[in-house]
């Protein structure tokens, strides 16, 4: 069973950064995107940042210029770097996987909090 493991996540004091990582074990096979979602409390689930099968990137315009979403190959992990962090990122952060055929996978998230 493939596996999705986020890390990276932590403290941070506003306009710091954090460069988010997501790990693969097992073998994901028909990727449609690979993404970042996250969830504050009592907040629904929201995108992030998706990188398309295509390479097409796509950002939530509330993350838009502070946060680049890229994929290193050679070590088959999914990275989100963050820049210029606000308190109201603060979220649990999780790793998705969109597949053509069948269902996606999602990692078990990893804690950002902004602040002060």
């Known amino acids: 069973q493939a596996q999705l493991v986020e890390s990276g996540g932590g403290l941070v004091q506003p306009g710091g950064s954090l460069r988010l990582s997501c790990a693969g074990s097992?073998?994901?096979?028909?990727?449609?995107?690979m993404g970042w979602y996250r969830q504050a409390p009592g907040k629904q689930r929201d995108m992030v940042a998706v990188?398309?099968?295509?390479?097409?990137?796509t950002y939530a315009d509330s993350m838009k210029g502070r946060v680049t979403i890229s994929r290193d190959n050679t070590t088959n992990t999914l990275v989100l770097q963050m820049n210029s962090l606000k308190p109201d990122d603060t979220a649990v952060y999780y790793c998705?996987?969109?597949?053509?055929?069948?269902?996606?996978?999602w990692g078990q998230g990893t804690q950002v909090t902004v602040s002060s």
């Open positions: 097992g073998s994901i096979t028909d990727i449609e995107s």
């Open positions: 998705h996987v969109r597949r053509i055929w069948g269902s996606p996978y």
């Open positions: 990188l398309s099968r295509d390479g097409t990137t």
